[in-house]
């Protein structure tokens, strides 16, 4: 973590929360350091918002603590943690102005009124709508609703901000826009915050750190590149980017590393495992490197995994193609620059060759089961 | 040119409709300021005496007062209570909330004078006299459902986030929900009083069994004045009636709009 | 490290859920009293007041009103909501029509003279009626000046007295919930259907009527319902000489001090209106599954 000796901002512990039968978080740690943009990224359903909410004070955890700034507000109704939200459906009051929703929490606090009006004019200024305060909000467009919305949560200067799919309104391009100028926003002003979506790229761009939930449960929280090239599980390496994947049988392991043997014939890779074990060899697509020619010598060796095949498809995608190579009965998936793949054809045969760096053994689920 | 026909032949029935409806309501404005007592169009002169001899109309005032105090008083708490369970219904984890929701506006399918006869028997039997409360009782019962059924169909379509917003930035519950769940709601509730207000304002069926000799409710005396001597000065209070409803319809229409309330109020 | 591992079982139950409940028992409480208390406590005494004779139960009451004189009197009541209900049908129908193309200041007027009559009190209207339809009233006044009769026709106090005048006083609870439907109206609709080939007629009777036919049912109830019961129209506008079972009824409680016969009475006009809805509600339903 970044700061080891500065007390995380906020702190949850060993929270659990149920809906009846239904367990939607299981004993979850989280901690988020001062100035910090965690996101919690996940399918539907694997409790995002839940543990928002709870962060936020609109549920209670059954077992479990949260911290806020030091302080435990597991039990503090949200109106006294003061954190700020931004929803999904960023829920503007529709009966106040752009100023009077982002005045809305400073009146409440019972501040002066000039004093207000200058945080407003301030928060305003920030997002960039300064000359829309005295607009209805019905009367603004989505990207506009949703900065207002965040200008309302930053304007009563809050220890957290917590921002629920607060982009997925938007269209694509207003919404990259956004992530990139919220980004440099919260950066600005020191914010600490917690991100919440179900979109990879949004999470890479945009956290210091990425928690991938699933089932109630945060499988991993790292920094999105060691995230993205280190994935502890099975389940991150699929949920975040793309992979190509192996089944097979542990034959030799020793230092850190184990030789698989798989349908496609031995690969290494890193892991520790007892020789026996059932394991998913895995690696991104971009490190497989498509060789035309399978005569030549560039065969595995210690560093080097090799495996011959046939292309089946080339896919055109923009300034990267998608190449499907059939070795056996497996498929597995490569990515080459445009100007390479022009070069390949279905049918030719080729070679495939990653490092063996770059090559992870986890445990096979299915085995076990 | 069937299409054509039959648009044509849709404006033709509006514009009659329009007409038709518009008839009576222009007649009363124009006999209240007729010249004779025989409600001559005010063709040769006009005259607003009429108007000065409404006051003088037997029992006019104390039956004026008991109807305003009459609807105000079941409107406000009929907003009240319908409210309450509307947000039950909405919102609660309430058992049985279908039923309840079509329960409460149930007496809106009732004859009035059903009504008006089961709660004469009814407190009868329970020894129940007091006039003035018992119309109010009556009355809670005429109001209610025009604010259930508008406060259910506003909610409904009520964000709850927002209450939630608000208690993020600082609010206790219950100050959310004055200060978020109540204003945003304001259209709702304005056209729920406004429908309640004159349901019971204009009230004869029910009234006119709970009533006695000395209170009398202002339809029922004005009934009963025109059956006993229609004369101008009842075109002339008409008139005045007509023209409280249309300073209540501008209002709201400037407050929300009156097509909306033509979406919720059916 | 696994993606699934079973969630232990938890000892700790939340309490939110009940105490939620009760709040929304509590918030429903005061209306509920109310609905049972002031309205279904009434209604059952109505009814058990219908059939208590003095020696026990009793239907000599609707023996009453099964004579031919007052089945005269329910028929007088049927008759009145037929016409009004059909007549208020031809006339609102098509008008919700021009009333959902109207745009800007014309459908603020259209809607104004729709809202003020609604809006305004029984008693005026009818009062205008009188007004109106007397023989020195201004509808004579304007035949005879037009030359289309001679002398002065008896108009107050006849049936079309009275069918105009409930006609009027009804006809914006029929085009209210028609306009509702007809303005929701997708108008592509019509369109594809003439793409499929279908003339302006078959489009408007295969697509049109149906998607329209939850307002018809919910305004044809409504103003059955409003005119089956009216009792300050018929007073006004036909007195005695067109007795119906709301003026039956008031007059057994507020003249002929006659409870249990009005309290019979009263039971067969609500039966009569709660057919009504329940039999809306049904084509409602059925018409909304197609
Ligand atoms: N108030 C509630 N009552 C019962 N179950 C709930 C409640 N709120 C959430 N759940 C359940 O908890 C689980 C997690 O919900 P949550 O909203 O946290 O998911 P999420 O990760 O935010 O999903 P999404 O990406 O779809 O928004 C879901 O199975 C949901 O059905
Ligand atoms: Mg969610």
Redesign the pocket.
């Known amino acids: 973590m970044t700061a080891p000796d500065a007390p995380p901002h906020v702190a949850v512990r060993r929270v659990s929360k149920r ?2 039968p ?1 367990t ?1 978080l299981d004993r979850v740690d989280l901690t988020v350091d001062r100035g910090e943009l965690v996101t919690l990224l ?10 928002l ?1 709870l962060v936020a004070g609109l549920a209670t955890p059954e077992e479990g603590t949260i911290a806020i700034a030091g302080r435990d507000v597991t039990r503090v109704p949200p109106h006294r943690r003061n954190v700020g939200v931004v929803f999904q459906s960023y829920a503007l009051f529709p009966h106040l102005t752009v100023a009077g929703n982002v005045a809305f929490g400073l009146s409440v606090r019972g501040r002066r009124r000039d004093e207000i009006d200058r945080a407003v004019a301030r928060t305003l200024s920030l997002v960039r709508l300064e000359h829309l305060g005295a607009r209805r909000v019905s009367a603004l467009s989505g990207g506009q609703q949703q900065r207002v919305a965040l200008a309302r949560a930053l304007a009563v200067e809050p220890e957290v901000l917590l921002f ?2 607060a982009l997925s309104a938007l269209d694509r391009n207003l919404r990259e826009e956004m992530q990139v100028e919220l980004r440099r926003l919260l950066r600005e002003i020191g914010a600490t915050a917690i991100f ?1 979506t ?1 979109d990879q790229d949004e999470a890479l761009t945009m956290s210091d750190r990425i928690a991938v ?1 699933n089932g ?1 449960r945060i499988e991993q929280l790292a920094d999105p590149k060691t995230l993205y090239e280190r994935p502890a599980t099975l389940f991150t390496l699929g949920f975040v980017g793309q992979s190509t994947r192996l089944r097979g049988t542990v034959a030799a392991a020793g230092d850190g590393m184990v030789a698989v043997d798989t349908p496609v014939g031995r690969v290494a890779a890193m892991g520790q495992f007892l020789a026996g074990s059932s394991v998913v060899v895995a690696t991104r697509p971009e490190h497989l490197r498509v060789v035309a020619d399978t005569v030549g010598h560039e065969g595995s060796d210690r560093a080097r995994n090799s495996v011959d095949g046939r292309i089946r498809a080339v896919i055109f995608q923009g300034s990267r193609s998608r190449i499907e190579v059939a070795a056996g009965d497996q498929v597995l998936l490569a990515e080459a620059p445009g100007r390479i793949a022009s070069a390949l054809n279905p049918g030719d045969a080729a070679r495939l060759v990653w490092p063996v760096a770059e090559t992870f053994a986890y445990p096979d689920p299915e085995a076990r089961a | 040119m069937t299409a054509r026909l039959a648009i044509g032949f849709a404006w033709l029935a509006a514009l009659a409709a329009v007409l038709f409806l518009a008839v009576p309501l222009l007649t009363v404005v124009a006999a209240s300021v007729s010249p004779t007592p025989v409600f001559d169009l005010p063709l040769e002169g006009a005259s607003l005496r009429w108007y000065a001899r409404i006051g003088r109309l037997d029992g006019f005032w104390p039956a004026l007062s008991l109807s305003l105090q009459i609807a105000l008083l079941s409107t406000a708490i009929a907003l009240v209570i319908g409210t309450l369970a509307a947000i039950a219904i909405v919102r609660g984890r309430l058992p049985g909330a279908e039923t309840l929701a079509t329960a409460l506006v149930s007496p809106l399918m009732m004859p009035g004078l059903v009504l008006g006869i089961a709660l004469l028997q009814y407190f009868r039997a329970v020894g129940f006299t007091a006039t003035w409360s018992a119309l109010l009782l009556a009355h809670l019962v005429v109001t209610l459902p025009y604010v259930a059924r508008t406060m259910i169909a506003g909610l409904a379509l009520f964000d709850f986030t927002l209450v939630e917003a608000a208690r993020t930035l600082g609010c206790t519950y219950a100050g959310a929900i004055l200060r978020v769940m109540v204003p945003a709601l304001a259209p709702s509730f304005l056209t729920a009083g406004l429908f309640s207000f004159l349901a019971s304002f204009d009230n004869y069926p029910v009234s006119i069994f709970l009533t006695d000799v000395r209170t009398k409710t202002l339809p029922i005396k004005m009934l009963q004045y025109i059956e006993e001597a229609p004369d101008p000065t009842l075109a002339a209070l008409s008139t005045l009636i007509l023209a409280a409803t249309v300073i209540l319809l501008v209002a709201s229409d400037r407050l929300i709009g009156l097509h909306r309330m033509a979406g919720t109020s059916e | 490290m696994t993606a699934t591992e079973l969630p232990a079982p938890s000892p700790v139950v939340s309490p939110a859920p009940d105490r939620e409940r009760w709040l929304a028992i509590g918030f429903a409480g005061p209306a509920t009293l109310v609905l049972v208390v002031l309205f279904a406590l009434p209604l059952a005494l109505l009814f058990t007041a219908s059939v208590a004779g003095p020696a026990g139960l009793t239907l000599s009451e609707y023996e009453k009103l099964a004579t031919p004189h007052y089945l005269g009197v329910i028929w007088n009541s049927l008759r009145l909501a037929l016409l009004t209900t059909g007549i208020a049908f031809l006339i609102g129908y098509p008008a919700s029509f021009a009333l959902a193309r109207a745009r800007g200041v014309l459908r603020s007027v259209m809607l104004a003279a729709l809202f003020l009559p609604l809006a305004a009190s029984v008693i005026v209207k009818a009062f205008a009626w009188t007004i109106l339809l007397r023989s020195d009233g201004l509808v004579n006044t304007v035949l005879i000046a037009l030359g289309i009769v001679d002398e002065p026709i008896r108009m107050i106090f006849t049936e079309t007295a009275l069918i105009v005048g409930a006609v009027n006083i009804f006809l914006p609870f029929m085009i209210l919930p028609i306009y509702a439907v007809v303005a929701q109206l997708d108008h592509r609709l019509v369109e594809a259907a003439a793409t499929l080939g279908a003339s302006p007629v078959v489009a408007f009777v295969r697509v049109v009527m149906p998607l329209t036919l939850p307002g018809i049912i919910a305004g044809v109830a409504l103003v059955f319902s409003l005119s089956v019961s009216a009792y300050v129209v018929p007073t006004l506008l036909i007195g005695e000489r067109y007795p119906t079972l709301s003026t039956t009824i008031a007059k057994a409680f507020l003249l002929a001090r006659q409870p249990g016969f009005g309290a019979a009475a009263g039971v067969v006009l609500l039966a009569i209106t709660l057919t009504a809805v329940a039999l809306s509600a049904r084509l409602g339903r059925s018409g909304g599954s197609r």
Do not use: A, F
């Not at chain 1, 399918?43 to 543990?51: D, R």
């Open positions: 809906y009846g239904l939607v996940g399918p539907s359903g694997c409790g995002k918002t839940t543990l909410r629920d799919e919440v179900h939930m109630g």
